[in-house]
């Protein structure tokens, strides 16, 4: 049985520089990514408050995991423990 490489999703916006480095590092793993911009969607961007606590972008999801913003993906990637996550 093969497993699937897990969901990843990105609250983010068009102009974010973290939005876009936490990007190129899940890219680079081979990672998909499916991206919510919440830039001009007031909404969203409060729907993302609520679900995470956090009001800035990115906040990425891995699975049912709150990864959290870039530093935290970064952080993760540094320790080990972001392909265990990815895989």
Do not use: N
């Amino acid at each position: 049985m093969v497993k699937q490489m897990p969901k990843v999703l990105m609250y983010c916006t068009r102009s974010c520089p973290y939005c876009l480095r936490a990007e190129k590092l899940l890219k680079k793993k081979g990672v998909d990514i499916e991206k919510i911009d919440i830039g001009q969607d007031r909404q969203k961007w409060k729907d993302m408050e609520k679900l995470t606590g956090r009001k800035t972008v990115p906040q990425i999801f891995i699975d049912d995991f709150h990864v959290g913003g870039f530093d935290d993906l970064s952080l993760l990637d540094h320790s080990g423990k972001l392909d265990g996550l990815l895989k």
